[in-house]
């Protein structure tokens, strides 16, 4: 009990002491002594899987930017469960239409090589991330930008987008192509993060060992699938990191991690655990696991362009059919969350009670097959997923929801390995309901919607286009405050609990499991842990 | 004319010399066998899984997918006296429709590997000359490539993954062995007295190898075949492990295994003990039969 | 080939031994040329039928074509042959080859030098190989003696059934019981009685970069496991056979006690076709590591191609894979020499 409130205790105050030194002085009440019982120094060993890349435009991936979000500091952060938006290094994010913004930065920031962090550097690694043949995965986060078409292609137009300007040295300017209000939740993600001249200079090298502005930077190159090593950066201009180092220790497998974890030879598992060991994982780290909310979202979409699928009373059926609390507690030990909306809970703009027909009600779902007409006879419902990443079992587990619920017969179809069955889905050429997985870039509802539901949305497989939920989108954008494009968005969101182009299933919970000397452990779905707050007790 | 007629004749009576001789190796083998109780035992244990996987439904009359989500993971009891799996699937009745992969992947690949293995062997040692070294160069190849690794990269080419691709990758990769057995074999007789015998009467190509020189390759090959048995059906397990064998909704005791094994500490150790117990005893049988039978084949040993 | 390896060559040509290696070495070109052209077209009708790996990169995003041709230029996959099933995109395969020659494997998706990457792998593997060569040396050979002196007993049945035990069990559960037991039970206690670093690290979860051979002991033990029956089998046959010899006999009747006549004369004999079958599973031993890698941490060069077989990196995989080959036919080649040299019965031909 005494651990516990200690530990609520740890996590309040840095909270609070993170807003309080990013938003420039507001005053926040906290409570508990200056610095708590975190002691300062020593060596953090983090579990993490070999990234693909780490510097920052290129860190797509959720290991890559783990790492990256130790070596970066961005504009701004998002703080909390409920991802509050405080600034880091943005002193104001403001526009009057919402397509013109002006980004003032604090002065006096340098990265890691002595380089000063100005708007240069900021518009350099823009033009960087999305110039095409530099092939950086944070590319699509620029797309909303003026001029980003000119730096597509094999032999771009230009390099720089005619969208970003420089004001003065920490002054910038942003012009989207389109109004978009959600335009500074976006900044906090990796791909917006400022980069040094002498990266710029030569990418590829600087991914081996970044030069960043964050709390930690490099020891030494990235040791390949051994160990990124980070020493606490004394130089940073936020608040300084507890820790001396921060070593992240690269695993092939999660199973070997958590066998190390258990016997104290890595410190945290800071997003996920192999999913059969939480159970025990609760008994033997008890407070010391936290089980997150995570933004991470499973669906099954369906191909509203083939019949019988296009009659949205059968997508509705098939939604009332399925008993997600049973499959995430079959399945998930009962960890996830089941799903009752198309965007999480807790997210901004987001509710949890959108979705009517997410409702297990196997007596309605009947009634509504019937009101469309029934099953096709014999007709095999087809449901896909990618092969080998251990999608069958829940997937079979629809299956077998349908077929008892809605007697619909069922047929697996999983044979795809990832590559083709993205490139077949985004051809709409797969012949019944699908797996569909969204983690979102940053917290705002839309991100859920335009991408994924939109007319020509960039990840729209699903064939669902519904002018009066684009035009709905397009009143979000056109918002004046952020808390209103939410809502708006979320007048949007409706249209799709009605329609049903997609199923929602369940909500995905992170597991952040560590040693009994640590605290200060801190998440959200959005940043993960925040490694300049944890600590080692005293 | 009658000279050749009765040399003929006696060619044939060397030839019918040479099956006897090995018709009698056979005999002795079957006679030594059936004194071995871990021959026996063996033997008993490949019946009982072979009647599994062939006719399941005398084993059991559940079926496997019919799996009520609300009986998940539940340890046995009298109504599922392995327990049930994570969506509520009797595992029993996965366990004994699970051996019929695990069969079909042994005989089938064997069975293959035995066919090419034994005529790349025979064309190579009987042809010698470029017909010899080609078949080398290609059986270097494949004998050469790690058979994980190289079954790694086969069926990831692959668009599926089934009982057969599995089988295919298996015998792709696995002739080389047999064939240098049965190459080195027909070398070492095709310059025997009897053989060149039979030639000089004028015996086919065809009837030289497959009555004179074969059969005394066929002891060596059945033994090595014998433990191929035991090895594929391990290995199926690991590519199921490894995430590139057979896929589920198929039942095979590898995919079982290796989905139960990351329960074993979590207080469902039935989900691994039952088919790692079924797929060990079956991959023991074949070995230690294989085992058995070369002792039985090598009258040196005896 | 500049002068004086010409000069080699013919200076080689007078010695049989020469004339054998040349002629052997030759051999070898086909073999890896057939080897290269059959890991090419693997890799590329995988691409043609499972779809371009550049796509997965994006996951559930869909990316925009150009963004979709930049990645496909990183994977070299923006060849339009790999839109054609079937198709063995000869001319990518005759690049390859080109630059082969010229020292340069490719580059994975991350365009780091295929080189660089088997710089990386290749220590540790070869470490653990050699270290699951002593191991099956040491526990394999001794079993064998002890099964072979008396065929039959009840010793001879413990180690079969005991070793083909080990082979019977699937090598992924061996693995994870012995870390399991061996590592998180034991290994955690040793540290918390504060045993010596060279001890927590022989019986360590993962691979430790501080303890670069310690901590390889335990997978190597699991890696041994798989073909311990077989040399266990090989001593416990080769010995039978060597003890009913003529030499065996002619010692003992001159009177050499037992333990001579079998540590001297009839084991040292008995070894040769084990060090022999040994020396050939070197190879396989530094791939067949795929699983022992996988749950001990080892970045080994079996990981390296299971991953990169994952992500569809045509380049690592057929040269890495062609590397293996070659080590294969290498250590052959040596064995068959050190064979003859050892054995004068034998004649290289």
Redesign the interface.
């Known amino acids: 009990m005494h651990i516990r409130g200690g530990l609520r205790a740890a996590i309040g105050l840095s909270t609070a002491l993170l807003m309080l030194a990013a938003c420039g002085g507001t005053p926040q009440s906290s409570s508990g002594p200056e610095g708590g019982d975190i002691k300062d120094g020593g060596d953090l060993r983090v579990y993490i899987g070999e990234p693909r890349h780490i510097v920052a435009s290129n860190a797509g991936e959720s290991e890559g930017s783990t790492v990256a979000r130790a070596l970066y500091s961005g504009l701004i952060d998002y703080v909390g469960d409920d991802y509050k938006i405080v600034n880091v290094m943005a002193d104001s994010i403001k526009s009057t239409d919402n397509k013109v913004w002006t980004i003032k930065l604090k002065g006096g920031w340098a990265f890691h090589n002595g380089e000063a962090v100005n708007s240069d550097a900021y518009i350099r690694a823009w033009n960087a991330a999305a110039y095409a043949p530099n092939a950086q995965l944070g590319s699509h986060f620029f797309e909303r930008v003026d001029g980003y078409a000119d730096l597509q292609g094999k032999e771009p137009k230009a390099k720089e987008m005619s969208g970003l300007k420089k004001v003065d040295d920490t002054t910038f300017e942003v012009t989207l192509r389109q109004p978009f209000a959600g335009f500074p939740v976006m900044l906090g993600y990796v791909a917006f993060m400022p980069m040094a001249q002498a990266c710029a200079a030569d990418l590829k090298a600087c991914d081996e060992a970044p030069i960043g502005n964050g709390p930690f930077k490099m020891d030494g190159k990235w040791e390949h699938k051994q160990q990124v090593k980070l020493v606490r950066n004394n130089d940073y201009k936020g608040t300084k990191a507890h820790l001396d180092r921060l070593t992240f220790k690269i695993y092939d497998k999660i199973e070997t991690a958590y066998n190390d974890l258990l016997a104290g030879n890595i410190d945290i598992m800071p997003r996920r655990m192999p999913p059969a060991k939480v159970p025990e994982a609760r008994v033997k780290f008890g407070d010391r696991l936290l089980d997150k909310p995570s933004p991470s979202f499973t669906a099954v979409a369906i191909p509203t362009y083939l019949d019988p699928f296009k009659d949205k009373r059968i997508r509705q059926a098939m939604s009332m059919a399925i008993d997600r609390k049973a499959i995430v507690d079959a399945v998930y030990q009962g960890r996830y969350t089941p799903a009752k909306s198309f965007s999480p809970p807790g997210f901004p703009g987001g509710r949890d009670d959108t979705c009517k027909y997410c409702q297990f009600n196997p007596e309605k779902a009947k009634q509504l097959l019937a009101e469309a007409g029934g099953w096709p006879a014999g007709k095999k419902a087809e449901l896909w997923f990618n092969a080998g990443a251990g999608h069958d079992v829940w997937m079979q587990a629809v299956g077998d929801q349908l077929k008892r619920n809605l007697g619909i017969d069922y047929e697996l179809k999983g044979q795809l390995q990832q590559p083709e069955f993205l490139a077949t889905a985004d051809a709409k050429k797969l012949t019944g309901p699908y797996r569909s997985a969204w983690a979102p870039d940053y917290p705002l509802n839309e991100n859920y919607l335009t991408p994924l539901f939109g007319t020509g949305g960039s990840s729209n497989r699903t064939g669902y286009s519904n002018p009066e939920f684009d035009a709905r989108i397009v009143r979000g954008d056109n918002a004046k405050l952020l808390d209103e494009a939410g809502k708006l968005y979320g007048e949007a969101e409706d249209l799709l609990a009605e329609d049903m182009p997609s199923i929602p299933l369940w909500f995905d919970k992170a597991s952040v499991a560590f040693g009994e000397t640590v605290t200060g452990v801190e998440y959200n779905g959005v940043q993960g842990v925040n490694f300049a707050r944890v600590g080692f007790t005293k | 004319m009658t000279e050749q007629v009765e040399s003929v004749i006696s060619a044939d009576r060397s030839a019918q010399a040479g099956i006897e001789r090995s018709a009698s190796l056979w005999a002795d083998a079957w006679r030594d066998l059936r004194r071995r109780p871990?021959a026996i035992a063996s033997a008993v244990v490949i019946v009982l899984v072979s009647s599994m996987a062939a006719f399941p439904w005398l084993w059991t009359r559940t079926d496997p997918r019919d799996?009520p989500?609300?009986l998940?993971?539940a340890t046995p009891s009298a109504a599922h006296i392995f327990g049930t799996n994570?969506?509520?699937c009797d595992y029993y009745a996965m366990t004994i429709y699970g051996a019929r992969a695990s069969i079909i992947v042994a005989l089938v690949s064997t069975s293959l590997v035995l066919l090419v293995g034994a005529l790349v062997g025979m064309a190579a040692g009987f042809y010698g000359g470029w017909v010899d070294s080609v078949l080398s160069?290609?059986a270097?190849?494949f004998?050469?490539?790690?058979?994980?690794?190289?079954a790694?990269?086969?069926l990831?080419?692959?668009?599926?993954?089934s009982v057969w691709t599995i089988v295919l990758a298996f015998a792709v990769l696995g002739w080389p062995p047999l064939a240098r057995i049965v190459r080195a074999s027909v070398l070492a007789t095709k310059n025997m007295d009897y053989v060149q015998a039979a030639r000089s009467l004028g015996a086919s190509d065809r009837r030289l190898l497959f009555r004179h020189i074969l059969p005394n390759a066929a002891a060596p090959a059945i033994v090595v075949a014998t433990i191929l048995l035991?090895?594929y059906v391990?290995s199926e397990?690991?590519l199921s492990?490894?995430?590139?064998g057979l896929?589920?909704?198929e039942i095979s005791w590898?995919i079982m295994?290796?989905?139960g094994?990351?329960?074993?500490?979590?207080?469902y150790p039935h989900l691994?003990l039952f088919p790692?117990a079924f797929?060990?005893?079956t991959?023991?049988a074949f070995?230690?039969l294989g085992?058995a039978l070369r002792d039985a084949l090598d009258p040196?040993?005896r | 080939m500049g002068g004086p390896g010409a000069g080699g060559l013919k200076g080689l040509e007078v010695t049989p031994l020469g004339r054998y290696l040349a002629r052997r070495l030759l051999q070898f070109v086909p073999t890896l040329l057939g080897a290269l052209f059959i890991l090419h077209y693997l890799m590329t009708v995988g691409i043609q039928l499972n779809g371009d790996p550049a796509r997965a990169v994006f996951g559930d995003r869909t990316p925009s074509q150009s963004q979709l041709q930049a990645m496909q230029r990183v994977f070299g996959t923006d060849d339009p042959c790999f839109e054609q099933a079937g198709n063995p995109c000869l001319t990518v395969f005759v690049h390859r080859l080109e630059n082969m020659a010229q020292g340069d494997f490719g580059v994975d998706s991350r365009e780091r030098p295929v080189v660089t990457l088997i710089a990386e792998h290749a220590p540790i593997t070869a470490r653990l190989a050699l270290l699951a060569i002593l191991i099956e040396l040491l526990v394999g050979v001794t079993a064998g003696v002890l099964a072979g002196l008396r065929g039959g007993s009840f010793w001879d049945y413990v180690v079969k059934v005991s070793t083909t035990m080990l082979v019977a069990i699937p090598i992924f559960v061996v693995g994870a019981v012995t870390q399991l037991v061996l590592g998180v039970e034991f290994g955690s206690w040793l540290k918390g009685v504060g045993a010596p670093d060279l001890l927590t690290g022989l019986f360590s979860i993962a691979y430790r970069t501080d303890q670069p051979w310690a901590s390889l002991v335990m997978p190597a033990f699991v890696l041994a496991s798989l073909s311990l029956a077989t040399t266990a089998r090989l001593t416990r046959t080769s010995l039978m056979e060597n003890l009913r010899g003529d030499y065996v006999r002619t010692a003992t009747a001159k009177g050499l006690t037992r333990n001579r006549v079998v540590g001297v004369h009839a084991l040292r004999n008995s070894l040769i076709p084990v060090i022999t079958n040994l020396g050939i599973s070197f190879g396989n031993l530094l791939a067949g590591a795929v699983v022992t890698e996988g749950i001990f941490n080892i970045r080994g060069i079996g990981g390296l191609v299971f991953g990169a077989v994952a992500t569809g990196e045509a380049a690592t995989v057929v040269s890495v894979v062609t590397i293996l080959v070659l080590v294969y036919l290498l250590c052959n080649l040596i064995i068959d020499v050190l064979y003859a040299v050892l054995d004068p019965r034998i004649r290289l031909d």
């Open positions: 871990v799996c989500i609300q998940s993971k994570e969506l509520g160069r290609l270097d190849i004998f050469a490539l790690p058979f994980l690794l190289g790694l990269v086969f990831s080419m692959l668009r599926s993954h035991g090895t391990a397990a690991t492990y490894l995430g590139i896929q589920p909704p590898g295994i290796a989905q094994q990351s329960y074993v500490t979590s207080g691994l790692a797929l060990s005893a991959v023991l070995i230690l085992d040196k040993l």
